[in-house]
């Protein structure tokens, strides 16, 4: 089975403002980066791009079987696909609080992947600015992208 690691960041300056988000990809001694702008946007949705851009690359590039490692530094994101997604869907993407959870356009398509990859996905959470070379390398990436903007996100 073919091992993939992904790594993901997002950046946002102002918190909502110009955003980026990056993702690099591992597998047979490759490397693939991707990564947009955007004008106005937050963190949050940005970390998330960054995990829909690397899950669509993968469905649409790589044909084999796969097992996957994914590495976020978004305790956001982390909790939100190892403990609230599966339920926030039942609810009809609603928080225990009966509020909609906000970025519903964007978990709703990490759930179709997580569906789609059904147990093939490993979730590790690592600290941020910690000397792990990747996540450092998206960290940067990302930011470059938030300062140089192509895109409008709509929320």
């Known amino acids: 089975m073919l091992k993939i690691n992904i790594y993901t960041d997002g950046?946002?300056?102002?918190?909502?403002?110009?955003?980026?988000?990056?993702?690099?990809?591992?597998?047979?001694?490759?490397?693939?980066?991707?990564?947009?702008?955007?004008?106005y946007?937050?963190?949050n949705r940005m970390e998330l791009m960054a995990i829909i851009l690397a899950f669509n690359f993968i469905k649409k590039n790589i044909n084999e079987n796969y097992y996957i490692n994914i590495f976020i530094d978004s305790k956001y994101i982390y909790n939100g696909v190892i403990n609230w997604i599966f339920l926030w869907k039942k609810n009809n993407w609603k928080k225990s609080n009966n509020k909609f959870i906000k970025n519903i356009d964007l978990w709703n398509k990490i759930y179709n992947y997580l569906i789609f990859f059904k147990c093939n996905l490993k979730w590790n959470l690592i600290k941020s600015h910690s000397g792990n070379y990747y996540n450092n390398k998206c960290d940067k990436i990302a930011f470059f992208s938030a300062n140089n903007p192509t895109l409008n996100d709509f929320f």
């Open 41 to 43: 946007t937050t963190n």
């Open 11 to 39: 950046s946002c300056i102002n918190n909502p403002g110009p955003g980026g988000c990056a993702s690099i990809i591992l597998f047979l001694n490759k490397q693939f980066i991707l990564n947009y702008g955007y004008y």
